[in-house]
């Protein structure tokens, strides 16, 4: 069974920081592009960030572009979403996903792309 796990989502103030963690079981993530995705209640679900399967390639919504940096360790079979800097809108389920696609700008946000997806990770920013 293909597995993915979102952790580190939490209670954090605003201007704060939270790191998620993204860990795959029974496959490797070095062979998929990864996303992160998330969902506030009664929103859709929304693109954030990707990175690609080598990680040379990281792409980011507007709405967070230049305070989530996604990252990956291979060798830790984990992707993850460093946050800061962050907002009450930032609230929402964080979700990950894995792609046998390419991470490409005009694609990254879209959940048809992924074949696997992680369970969430709530992120409350509040004060």
């Known amino acids: 069974d293909v597995q993915l796990q979102a952790s580190g989502g939490g209670l954090v103030q605003p201007g704060g920081s939270l790191r998620l963690s993204c860990a795959a079981s029974?496959?490797?993530?070095?062979?998929?592009?990864i996303g992160w995705f998330r969902q506030a209640p009664g929103k859709e679900r929304e693109g954030v960030s990707c990175i690609s399967s080598s990680g040379s390639s990281t792409y980011y919504a507007d709405s967070v572009k230049g305070r989530f940096t996604i990252s990956r360790d291979n060798d830790k079979n984990t992707v993850y979403l460093q946050m800061s800097s962050l907002k009450p809108e930032d609230t929402a389920v964080y979700y990950c996903?894995?792609?046998?696609?390419?991470?490409?700008?005009?694609?990254?946000?879209?959940?048809?792309?992924?074949?696997?997806w992680g369970q969430g990770t709530q992120v409350t920013v509040s004060s």
């Open positions: 029974n496959f490797n993530l070095e062979d998929y592009a």
């Open positions: 996903a894995a792609s046998e696609y390419p991470c490409l700008r005009s694609t990254f946000y879209n959940v048809a792309y992924y074949d696997y």
